[in-house]
């Protein structure tokens, strides 16, 4: 169960926050906060990065207690963090890649818009049914 | 002098008039009047200027009257308004009354309004009561509400709400195509326009088989209203969209769908999209021309954001003339105070209108492609005659929109490849098309069949042009000795 997904832009400020419970919250934003550290040193350590699929999926970022944490950025520096529970040991590697796949499919159509302004709060109804529909199917 | 502020029956406080003019009204006209006095003036304990119509209604009232504005400049004149500074009740009813003789084509004189007149006819009345006023007394124009009571009720529902820069001209579109009959329901292109204009009447029959034609014809009359005054979209949205208003309350023939789009709309969205970008195949670039475009529609930019998202369905930030259409419907649908829905409605997809309206515009361009390839313009005609035939058939609403997006695809291809692919396929190419239109109509479960065919005749056509290039490896044993002398002999 994804219980968190937050998408970052390149100035580090959150541009879409959604969890699963939704107590606890801020527990999750805490968390996500602090493996920004961890996304930046691995774009860092990646230097001058092959601009690959591969490349954009940071992998599991660290593990605490209770849940595991993933990372994904994108060309344009736009990250993707995703906490998963840690009981949910079911969730392969794969699947996570391809949530972030979809992530990022679902980010680039936003961008299209016209109307929406990068560095805008994402407010799309067709993000947050993609997102819903993700996390209610790794449920 | 001013009445009490009973707006109501002051109806013989009429009397005292601004030069004390004795104004005789029926008892009709009294009902009306103050009816309508009413309406402009709100709750008349509330008005502080005791009982005078707020200045703004009565103006939108004035030109629901569908006067030129100079005769309602002269009637507020003469009938002491502007002396006074506002419309009292004895201004309001003389005005009222010189409405109804400039309607009638008196001149705006306070002599005119000692006769007999009809009473003043307002096009944007939401009331049932006041069209039913207007029937009983004898009247000329008015005849024409009688039967087409309820119909231009509703087609002039929120013509007040646009602005009034073209108060002349009949607040619809001018093509008017009234439904024939009930099985016009089920004809893709729906023509659900009522008797929109008076003339409207007299179109009926012409106008379901306009709709068919090329939209050249169509184009010159709608263009001409709305065409004209690219920057007022929004007025004109409006009109167009009252013919979707009235969809809500139309007899069960027709669909009650306000995401249905309209011929007329259709026509007027074909109309902008072309002012934005001649070409009807090509599309409109979102971040600029789109954006643009819809801003000057002022909604708060949340919602236009969420419609295109709706609209773009390929997401690929620009807008083809069936999203464009989606999006325009939507705008105005929302403007009308529809909630925009969470996904798009069915009839809206680009797949479907791009089935129904790609037809008119497949027809005018196979046509030009035609007339310049093939010297008989045989085929032509039997092409057209195919496609009106297919037309007449019931398509299948469902099957239709499976269909339509595989086949319409197709038939844009063969739209295109025919202006470039040589003479000796374009035959094969126009018979598999009038097939896959047959086949699209009458026989939607084997459209497999007629598919494969066009996907063969289409990569016959598209081949001869270019071979691949030749790998130009110089020391491979595949190639050549010859090759190799040549490439030595450039490279010296």
């Known amino acids: 169960v994804p219980v968190s997904v937050i998408c970052f832009p390149r100035q580090n400020y959150p541009l879409y926050i959604r969890s699963i419970p939704t107590e606890n919250e801020l527990k999750f934003h805490y968390t996500v906060h602090t493996s920004l550290d961890v996304v930046d040193e691995k774009i860092s350590a990646m230097g001058k990065a092959l601009v690959d699929q591969r490349e954009l999926y940071l992998g599991l970022l660290y593990p605490t207690e209770d849940y595991k944490v993933y990372g994904y950025v994108t060309n344009s520096k736009v990250k993707f963090v995703m906490v998963v529970d840690s009981s949910n040991t079911a969730l392969r590697d794969n699947e996570i890649r391809s949530m972030f796949r979809k992530l990022h499919n679902s980010y680039t159509d936003i961008m299209c818009n016209p109307f929406y302004n990068p560095g805008d709060r994402i407010h799309s109804r067709a993000f947050d049914n993609m997102v819903n529909s993700m996390m209610m199917q790794v449920c | 002098m001013e009445q009490g502020p009973a707006g109501g029956p002051g109806a013989a406080t009429a009397a005292a008039g601004s030069g004390g003019l004795l104004l005789p009204l029926s008892e009709s006209e009294q009902q009306r009047y103050s009816e309508l006095f009413s309406r402009c003036c709100p709750p008349p304990e509330a008005a502080a200027a005791g009982g005078s119509s707020n200045s703004s209604s009565v103006g939108e009232l004035f030109r629901a009257s569908q006067l030129p504005p100079d005769t309602l400049h002269q009637i507020t004149e003469v009938c002491g308004a502007k002396r006074v500074g506002y419309f009292g009740p004895a ?91 009930p099985s016009t329901y089920q ?36 263009s001409g209203n709305y065409g004209a005054k690219p920057a007022v979209t929004c007025s004109t949205l409006n009109r167009s969209l009252s013919a979707e208003r009235e969809q809500q309350d139309s007899s069960s023939h027709y669909s009650d769908d306000p995401w249905r789009i309209t011929e007329e709309q259709r026509d007027y969205y074909i109309n902008q999209f072309r002012s934005l970008q001649p070409d009807l195949n090509s599309f409109i670039s979102g971040s600029s021309v789109a954006k643009n475009f819809f801003t000057k529609s002022k909604l708060p930019i949340p919602e236009l954001s969420h419609i295109w998202e709706l609209s773009d369905v390929d997401c690929d930030g620009a807008l083809t003339l069936p999203e464009f259409c989606a999006a325009f419907h939507l705008v105005v ?48 005609r039997d092409f057209s005659r195919t496609e009106k035939a297919s037309a007449e058939e019931v ?31 374009q035959h094969l190419t126009v018979k598999t098309a009038a097939q896959e239109s047959n086949a699209l109509r009458a026989r939607p479960r084997s459209r497999s069949y007629s598919s494969t065919s066009i996907e063969d005749a289409m990569k016959k056509g598209e081949e001869p042009p270019t071979p691949p290039p030749r790998p130009q490896k110089s020391h491979s044993r595949a190639s050549s000795l010859d090759l190799n002398k040549i490439f030595q002999q450039n490279t010296q």
């Not at chain 2, 004809?187 to 306009?210: M, N, T, V």
């Not at chain 2, 809206?348 to 492609?369: C, G, N, T, V, W």
């Not at chain 2, 595989?406 to 692919?421: G, H, M, P, S």
Request: charged share 25%; aromatic share 8%; proline share 10%.
């Open chain 2, 91 to 181: 201004q309001f009813y003389i005005a009222l009354k010189l409405i109804a003789a400039a309607q009638s084509g008196f001149p705006v004189r306070i002599e005119s309004i000692k006769n007999e007149l009809p009473l003043p006819r307002f096009m944007a009345l939401k009331n049932d009561s006041e069209v039913r006023y207007g029937t009983p007394a004898e009247l000329h124009g008015v005849k024409f509400q009688v039967p087409h009571a309820t119909l231009e009720k509703k087609s002039y529902k929120r013509t007040d709400e646009g602005d009034k820069q073209e108060p002349k001209s009949p607040p619809m579109s001018p093509i008017c195509s009234p439904p024939a009959s």
């Open chain 2, 395 to 425: 398509p299948d609403n469902s099957a239709l929109i499976q269909d339509a997006k595989k086949d319409e695809n197709q038939a844009l291809k063969v739209n295109t490849a025919l202006k470039t692919i040589p003479k000796e396929f």
């Open chain 2, 187 to 222: 004809r893709i292109p729906l023509s659900y326009g009522y008797g929109k204009s008076r003339s409207g009447l007299e179109q009926q029959h012409g106008a379901p088989y306009e709709v068919r034609h090329t939209t050249h014809q169509q184009d010159g009359p709608s």
């Open chain 2, 333 to 380: 649908a929302r403007k009308n105070g529809y909630q925009l829905p969470e996904a798009l409605p069915e009839t809206l997809l680009p797949e479907y209108l791009q089935a129904a309206s790609l037809k008119p515009i497949r027809d005018s361009a196979l046509f030009e492609s035609y007339s310049e390839s093939l010297p008989g313009g045989q085929q032509a």
